[in-house]
């Protein structure tokens, strides 16, 4: 591994043409499919720039100094690399011939957190009462997995829940790079390892689960779920960890069960169906759905109660608030906002006895 300082002149140097968006706070993720095609997100749209790399061995000499800086191999018999940069950046990189354009590079952006409930209200994400709401889940414990498509956002929102959790418990952050920037002053984080060049040293987000346990978390939070690790998950939200957290890709509150569901099954736990499906029905409590919009802002659509399973194996979705698309205003901006479902929580009077403030007018249409 080379020292940060080298590092950083190294990829001053081989990524020059794209240093100007590097140091854009209001870029959100660089995308670069091949030397001479960049293109850039900005609040929520893409542009393409006139960048453009003079050398391809550059892009290439710059994504192998990326690899050698987190550890990691990248070449011919290991083309694709995840990887993280000093200041937080999410790199993921396909080398040719895999990527047909040439080499392939996107950077995700995150900069200084500063997103807050306040905030997301402000832009209209969400209404006051639907944050009210979501506080109350997270002061009731209720373990929760905020769902959506790539660039919805997902990251960011289960940042800016995470800051209602108190800052008396004690957080266990797992993540395969790290992204989540919590703001209490008692977190732990964890992140994953891939190989050596030598196939050795393999830490996955299941063994990092194992230790978790053992940690004496009062809250487990996941960046993002992407494979067998579900189970993992589902596990540690069914053994006594009220208030988990995760995030998934996925469109609609039903597809994230189904997703979760089909990720267990890539454990190498072999579990019955029936088996599996309970699991999941009774450890996810809370799902909010998150999506990116036509005109390039970024909303909650859903959020919803998981009520297990129905009589005939199916999981029973509890719709407390949903988007009302209501057209588009001047310059495509997409009107609307979250309204009540008119279903009130299972939980009411569990939160009335705990002492928490919550009213019936909210849920009703």
């Excluded at 396909?94 to 905030?119: E, Q, W, Y």
């Excluded at 060049?197 to 940690?215: N, T, Y």
């Excluded at 009220?242 to 469109?251: C, I, N, V, Y």
């Amino acid at each position: 591994m080379i020292p940060k300082d080298i590092f950083e002149q190294s990829i001053k140097r081989y990524f020059a043409t794209i240093m100007p968006y590097m140091e854009d706070d209001s870029v959100s993720e660089i995308m670069i499919n091949g030397p001479d095609d960049i293109w850039v997100e900005i609040k929520g749209k893409l542009h393409k720039t006139d960048a453009r790399f003079e050398v391809e061995d550059d892009l290439i000499s710059g994504c192998k100094n990326i690899a050698q800086y987190v550890g990691k191999t990248l070449n011919v018999l290991n083309p694709r690399m995840d990887a993280r940069l000093p200041d937080g950046s999410r790199v993921h990189v396909v080398l040719p011939p895999c990527a047909r354009n040439g080499v392939s590079v996107a950077i995700r952006r995150f900069g200084k957190f500063s997103l807050t409930i306040d905030k997301l209200i402000d832009y209209g994400s969400i209404t006051p009462v639907a944050a009210k709401f979501v506080e109350l889940c997270v002061h009731m414990e209720k373990n929760l997995i905020v769902a959506g498509g790539t660039g919805s956002g997902k990251t960011s929102l289960l940042n800016c829940i995470s800051t209602l959790i108190n800052p008396n418990e004690r957080i266990l952050v797992i993540e395969d790079s790290t992204e989540l920037q919590l703001q209490q002053p008692h977190v732990v984080m964890l992140e994953a390892r891939g190989p050596d060049a030598k196939g050795r040293g393999r830490v996955e987000i299941g063994d990092l689960f194992h230790s978790a346990m053992r940690l004496r978390p009062d809250r487990i939070v996941i960046g993002e779920i992407r494979g067998g690790e579900a189970l993992s998950l589902l596990q540690a939200m069914t053994s006594g960890h009220g208030g988990s957290m995760s995030t998934t890709h996925a469109t609609y509150p039903d597809d994230t069960l189904r997703r979760l569901e089909t990720m267990a099954m890539m454990s190498d736990v072999e579990l019955p169906l029936s088996a599996l499906r309970s699991q999941v029905a009774s450890a996810i409590q809370i799902i909010v759905q998150t999506s990116r919009f036509n005109d390039g802002s970024r909303k909650l659509t859903h959020i919803a109660e998981c009520l297990g399973l129905s009589e005939n194996g199916e999981y029973k979705i509890y719709p407390i608030f949903e988007f009302k698309h209501r057209g588009y205003g001047e310059g495509g901006k997409v009107l609307g906002q979250m309204e009540p479902c008119g279903n009130i929580p299972t939980f009411y009077d569990a939160v009335l006895e705990r002492g928490y403030e919550i009213d019936e007018s909210w849920f009703r249409p």
